[in-house]
């Protein structure tokens, strides 16, 4: 009789970027032998992938948390993501969480828990299984990380706290997860992270000098149909990437969404934003110039 496989459920509160870094978390997860649990199904191990950009996602942090207990009250539950960031001494008082795991250390994700719950983890991995995401669970459009951070420090925001400044992923790793993607059926991959807009990685990739060039890269490496960029700050909608979303041919979706906290040019420069009003009606009206019917929201 063939052994049942454990079960492992990832839970996300927030972004795109989270839905991102949860199905990395399960993908390094994998090889250990873990099958995916559905939401009504117990698991023995939940990692829920949390958010803290509003009080309301703190709240669905703590009630997802208390959740996965009560549907397996044997089960080890994992936390992490920006509320762990933000103060993690929330997280330390909840009894049911038996690990806390931080931002910058989701990558190492496959050594700490099989390091803390030992009994969990009794087979080797299999080296043949990929941990790079080549599976979105429940969805038929994949999420693509090409960066992480921000500095730019905007007055009501915490997300450099929790996210730190800025890292930018080589654009050949990048292709070579696309192209699996495309493998297993994706026909639409979105770019996310959290100011993608600056996008660049020159120094070890000298043609990489900013989101323009990786666009460009990706519609000349693979045979994805349709590529998205998530939300992208204005300012950061330049000449080149104007040129290399019309040059697509359609490939590049039309729509941009591009956020604006307010129409006054005085509440910009109080919240810090790096834009005014004209500037932004500037960059729309350059995108709808160049691609008539996009979507901006």
């Not at 330390?92 to 719950?117: C, H, W, Y």
């Not at 699996?180 to 600056?198: D, P, S």
Request: glycine share 4%; proline share 5%.
């Amino acid at each position: 009789m063939e052994k049942a496989k454990k079960k492992i459920s990832v839970q996300t509160v927030g972004c795109r970027l989270n839905q991102y870094e949860s199905e990395k978390i399960a993908a390094q997860l994998y090889p250990f032998g873990f099958e995916r649990a559905n939401s009504n199904e117990a698991a023995d191990i939940y990692i829920i992938n949390t958010c803290t950009v509003t009080h309301k996602a703190d709240a669905d942090c703590r009630s997802m948390i208390r959740r996965a207990s009560r549907q397996n009250p044997n089960s080890k539950i994992v936390v992490t993501g920006c509320y762990v960031d933000n103060d993690p001494t929330l997280i330390e008082g909840m009894e049911a969480v038996d690990l806390i795991v931080r931002n910058q250390q989701k990558d190492e994700i496959s050594t700490i828990v099989p390091g803390r719950f030992p009994d969990l983890f009794t087979e080797e991995p299999d080296k043949s299984c990929s941990t790079m995401v080549s599976n979105f669970f429940d969805h038929n459009r994949a999420w693509l990380k090409v960066s992480d951070g921000c500095n730019q420090w905007c007055t009501f925001c915490i997300i450099p706290t929790v996210r730190g400044r800025i890292k930018n992923r080589p654009a050949l790793e990048i292709i070579d997860e696309i192209n699996m993607l495309v493998e297993n059926g994706y026909n639409e991959v979105v770019l996310t992270g959290v100011h993608i807009g600056h996008y660049k990685n020159s120094k070890s990739e000298p043609m990489m000098r900013n989101l323009a060039s990786l666009c460009r890269f990706i519609i000349s490496e693979t045979d994805l149909p349709r590529l998205r960029i998530s939300s992208i700050e204005p300012q950061t909608v330049r000449k080149e990437l104007v040129e290399v979303y019309a040059e697509s041919k359609g490939r590049i979706c039309r729509h941009m969404h591009l956020p604006l906290q307010a129409g006054s040019s005085r509440i910009l420069r109080a919240m810090q934003r790096p834009y005014d009003q004209k500037t932004y009606i500037g960059r729309v009206e350059s995108v709808k110039a160049a691609v008539p019917n996009t979507t901006v929201g």
